[in-house]
């Protein structure tokens, strides 16, 4: 409800989940006790995203060429191998 919601007043702001991780003994051998921070987008972020991507997508399918495999749903690098 909360993505119907944020859609419907276009409040499109993508938020990420902060946390921490230990750095521990990646290349000194010795634990300094720093921690890495990391952000990744809550749920809510990724079916915005999701929704948004897939909307251009369809809207702009007519103007993509035959020759274009990149980014494209059942195209990637091995249709376009099999073409070559």
Partial sequence: MEVHRKC???DLTLTLQR???DKGLEKTGV???KFRP???PTLVSR???KALNDMVYY???DNFKDFQHG???NKG???ALYKV
């Fill in 77 to 79: 690098c091995y249709t």
């Fill in 71 to 73: 980014y494209r749903i």
């Fill in 59 to 61: 809207i702009n399918q």
């Fill in 8 to 10: 419907r007043k276009w």
């Fill in 19 to 21: 946390f921490y991780l």
């Fill in 38 to 40: 990391i952000g990744a």
């Fill in 31 to 33: 634990a300094n006790g």
């Fill in 47 to 49: 079916v915005i995203a």
